[in-house]
């Protein structure tokens, strides 16, 4: 017997968020990707770990390069024509440092934040 998930009514489905910034940080790299939050789909991402960025950082790990990473899924994203998406912070990521530097990137680079 298979148990279908309910569907979500129409009226509710058009104030959800559909495009969800999440951002991940190690001790070498810089990640970040928008997710299509109704498919599970990643619509774009960044990464400190892409060769195409790498040989232009002097760091892979620092807030300049967030930024580039910020800047670069922003253009990313008006290319797939993606205008706005909301952000996701885990509890313990505060608007703070990398964080600040990517979301600040993107903003310059014309993305709205829900």
């Given at each position: 017997m298979v148990i279908f998930p309910?569907?979500?009514?129409?009226?509710?489905a058009k104030y959800l968020k559909p495009y969800v910034l999440k951002m991940h940080f190690t001790?070498?790299?810089?990640?970040?990707?928008?997710?299509h939050s109704p498919t599970a789909t990643v619509a774009s991402a960044a990464s400190s770990q892409e060769k195409a960025l790498r040989s232009s950082m002097e760091s892979t790990r620092?807030?300049?390069?967030?930024?580039?990473?910020?800047k670069i899924l922003g253009e990313r994203l008006l290319l797939k024509?993606?205008?706005?998406?909301?952000?996701?912070?885990?509890?313990?990521?505060k608007y703070h440092?990398?964080?600040?530097?990517?979301?600040?990137?993107l903003r310059e680079a014309g993305i709205k934040l829900i």
């Open positions: 309910p569907v979500k009514p129409e009226r509710l001790n070498k790299f810089v990640s970040a990707q928008v997710i620092d807030v300049a390069a967030a930024a580039k990473i910020g024509d993606i205008p706005a998406v909301s952000v996701f912070l885990k509890r313990e990521q440092g990398k964080v600040r530097a990517v979301i600040d990137s």
